[in-house]
Every structure is written in C-alpha cells, then in structure tokens.
Nanobody, 121 residues
C-alpha cells in the first residue's frame, strides 16, 4: 500500500523559512509529477508548486521567487523550501504524487496527510 508522509511544518514569524518534505512508502513503479498544495481555512485547496519527472517546475504567482520545489527520484521524496514567508502563506500543506504502482495499473493521485504551516505577523 502506498503512503505519503509529509512533514516540516510549524510556526514561524513573517520573513522566516521552513522546508517541507514528503516521502513515499510502498511500491511505486513510476512517479510522474510531484507537487505541493495548500488549503487555508474556508478556502479551496490550491496548487502551490509542482515538478515533473524531467525537472520542469511550476509555481503559483504568489510564491514565485520565494518557494523552491525539488525532488529526489531515487528516494521518492519531494521538498518545498519556503523563504520570506508571509502570514497569507498560513495553511495546511499537502504533498501529492501522480504515480502508478505497476505497468498494468493506471496512473493515480496520492496525497500526504498534511502539515500545518503558520506564519505570524
């Protein structure tokens, strides 16, 4: 059974930094995109950043220049370095893998359990 475990959240003052990490356990035959989403209270979950298997990245406009996504394919891990944090970055952050467990299985979306990031002003 595939599980994603994300970690690294916490309480930080505005202007501070945090690094989130996410590791997959269980058999994954192939991983395509990896990404980080966030959900603030009363709001929909939104894509923050993603990275393809080839290393191409995407960032939502509000985090460009402040956040950096990276991945380690051999370790089945994805990271999100968050610098110059702002109160509006406060949310639960979820990692997401687009992967399949075997050649015969379809591509599926897998989610971490979420890690809370709180930025105080």
């Amino acid at each position: 059974q595939v599980q994603l475990v994300d970690a690294g959240g916490g309480l930080v003052q505005a202007g501070g930094s945090l690094k989130l990490s996410c590791v997959a356990s269980g058999r994954m035959f192939s991983i395509n995109d990896m990404g980080w989403y966030r959900q603030a209270p009363g709001k929909q979950r939104q894509l923050v950043a993603s990275i393809t298997s080839g290393g191409s990245t995407y960032y939502t406009e509000s985090v460009k220049g402040r956040f950096t996504i990276s991945r380690d394919n051999a370790k089945k891990q994805v990271y999100l370095q968050m610098n110059s944090l702002k109160p509006e970055d406060t949310a639960v952050y979820y990692c997401n893998f687009h992967a399949r467990t075997s050649l015969e299985r379809p591509w599926s979306s897998y989610w971490g359990q979420g890690t809370q990031v709180t930025v105080s002003s």
